[in-house]
T-cell receptor, first 115, second 110 residues
Framework: GAGVSQSPSNKVTEKGKDVELRCDPI?????LYWYRQSLGQGLEFLIY????????KSGLPSDRFSAERTGGSVSTLTIQRTQQEDSAVYLC?????????????FGPGTRLLVL | GQNIDQPTEMTATEGAIVQINCTYQ??????LFWYQQHAGEAPTFLSY????GLEEKGRFSSFLSRSKGYSYLLLKELQMKDSASYIC???????????FGKGTKLSVKP
């Protein structure tokens, strides 16, 4: 079946502009995660959605970052007033169930470059 | 604090065996994952350990010692296609969000 998909695959933007990144999780997966991978760094947790529960936003680095998940499926990560330090690969992952033991399946990522 | 350490780079020869170590210090522990990530691609799941001991899956095995905060990934009969980054990740809580190491870049030489 189809895996996690993300769009766009690459995004170049100017400092100060807003960007929206999209994630389509695997059908039927109830949990969705956003991570950021900066050059030479490990993946950094940003936000987690589980069903209709309130999202865990504890990893968002600033109030310029926000995310939504509509209808329990597609998610959008929005970065307002982008800064150069926001340049990174943004990865989305989904898992069938919530919880520590659930295997997360990753999308191909969106490579964001802020000039 | 939360910390996961693994070597930055390793080199091995085709056909050989390589062991990639990972040590962790986290506020909680609900399992340890190993992921493989080829350059420019998404991480893909390799293994999951929550109990002490060795889990074997084909050419790949993963070991966990919770008392030592230590895991390793063992790759046997190395192939050129095994050249990739290998990422250790710990689930510290019950929610499922992971803490990742920076990855070990493995280069397999002929």
């Amino acid at each position: 079946g189809a895996g996690v998909s993300q769009s766009p695959s690459n995004k170049v933007t100017e400092k100060g502009k807003d960007v929206e990144l999209r994630c389509d999780p695997i059908s039927g997966h109830t949990a969705l995660y956003w991570y950021r991978q900066s050059l030479g760094q490990g993946l950094e947790f940003l936000i987690y959605f589980q069903g209709n529960s309130a999202p865990d936003k504890s990893g968002l680095p600033s109030d310029r970052f926000s995310a939504e998940r509509t209808g329990g499926s597609v998610s959008t990560l929005t970065i307002q007033r982008t800064q150069q330090e926001d340049s990174a690969v943004y990865l989305c992952a989904s898992s069938l169930v919530r919880g520590a033991r659930a295997t997360q399946y990753f999308g191909p990522g969106t490579r964001l470059l802020v000039l | 604090g939360q910390n996961i350490d693994q070597p930055t780079e390793m080199t091995a020869t085709e056909g050989a065996i390589v062991q990639i170590n990972c040590t962790y210090q986290t506020s909680g522990f609900n399992g340890l994952f190993w992921y493989q990530q080829h350059a420019g691609e998404a991480p893909t799941f390799l293994s999951y350990n929550v109990l002490d001991g060795l889990e074997e899956k084909g050419r790949f095995s993963s070991f966990l010692s919770r008392s030592k905060g230590y895991s390793y990934l063992l790759l046997k009969e190395l192939q050129m296609k095994d050249s990739a980054s290998y990422i250790c990740a710990v689930s510290p809580g019950s929610q499922g969000n992971l803490i990742f190491g920076k990855g070990t870049k493995l280069s397999v030489k002929p």
